[in-house]
């Protein structure tokens, strides 16, 4: 995808998981990026030298996506590094799973002070320092689609999330800018698998129409074509990545 070398991508929550390949695959394109982490620099900085190593370049920048300040700094980092940001991909987001009733308000309002509003945060900085014909993609979750017990603050955020990219896709239109939403299923990383034994793990699989979970390269593939040039007729829709799972 000729159309994404030089540039400039902040992948957040790209120290581990599907973020990190998503960051190393975009670096691949020919892509500056910025690997954003919250508190695992050894994470992000393994993910910034296997880059670099291959020819590529990024730089990896703390900073937490639910306050304002730290959103507007990773904004600036970028600019001050590449002279100016491309693409947002919206990647980070905690889960809690719990029933609603054993969900306490501080769970409640952890995970929508990542999902939610690091999210609106980011989106708000990218209204006006995101370059002419830029792309955002946020990250949603199929389970949104589903009625899955222990899941439902973090399908509420989600949720939130998608409406969110549809109504900053027609605020944003104008510049050229398009905002998407994806929606993995089960995905094959260390979050996912943590805590799950493989009758579990096979149990989704086998709900997925394809037979089986997702590997992270199935999710960044989709990514990098709505970063791309290719998808420039795409904004303001979610998309399910997750081989028929829902």
Same mark, same amino acid.
């Given at each position: ?6 540039k ?6 790209s ?29 992000a ?13 990024a730089?990896? !920048? ?11 700094? *990773? ?9 100016? =940001? ?19 308000e501080?769970?409640?309002?952890r995970?929508?002070?990542i /999902?939610?509003?690091? =999210?609106?945060?980011?989106l ?8 002419? /014909? ?25 949720a939130?999330?998608?409406? *969110?990219?549809? !109504? ?10 398009? !905002? ?14 943590e ?28 990514? *990098?074509?709505?970063a ?9 829709? /979610?998309?399910?990545?997750n081989?028929?799972?829902?």
């Open positions: 995808m000729s159309s994404l070398t030089g400039v991508v902040i992948v957040t929550g120290s581990r998981g599907i973020g990190s390949v998503i960051a190393k695959d975009l670096a691949a394109q020919g892509c500056n990026v910025i690997i954003n982490y919250a508190g695992n620099e050894a994470a900085n393994s993910v910034v030298s296997e880059i670099t190593q291959a020819g590529g370049a730089i990896s !920048v703390k900073a937490n996506i639910g306050n304002a300040e730290e959103v507007k700094a *990773l904004f600036d980092s970028a600019i001050a590094e590449y002279g100016k =940001v491309d693409i947002l991909i919206n990647n980070a987001g905690i889960n809690v799973y719990k029933l609603v009733k054993d969900t306490t501080e769970d409640f309002d995970i929508f002070q /999902n939610v509003k690091g =999210v609106f945060l980011a708000r900085e990218a209204a006006t320092r995101l370059e002419e /014909n830029g792309r955002i993609i946020n990250f949603s979750t199929s389970v949104t689609r589903l009625m899955m017990p222990t899941y439902g603050t973090y399908s509420a955020t989600k939130a999330v998608e409406q *969110l990219t549809r !109504v900053f896709a027609k605020e944003i239109g104008s510049r050229g800018i398009t !905002v998407n939403s994806i929606s993995p299923g089960p995905t094959n990383t260390e979050l996912f698998l805590g799950k034994s493989e009758e579990t793990i096979q149990r989704l699989a086998s709900t997925a129409a394809l037979g089986r979970i997702g590997e992270p390269e199935d999710i960044s593939r989709v990514v *990098l074509f709505l791309s040039d290719s998808a420039a007729w795409i904004t303001g829709q /979610n998309i399910g990545v081989g028929g799972f829902a």
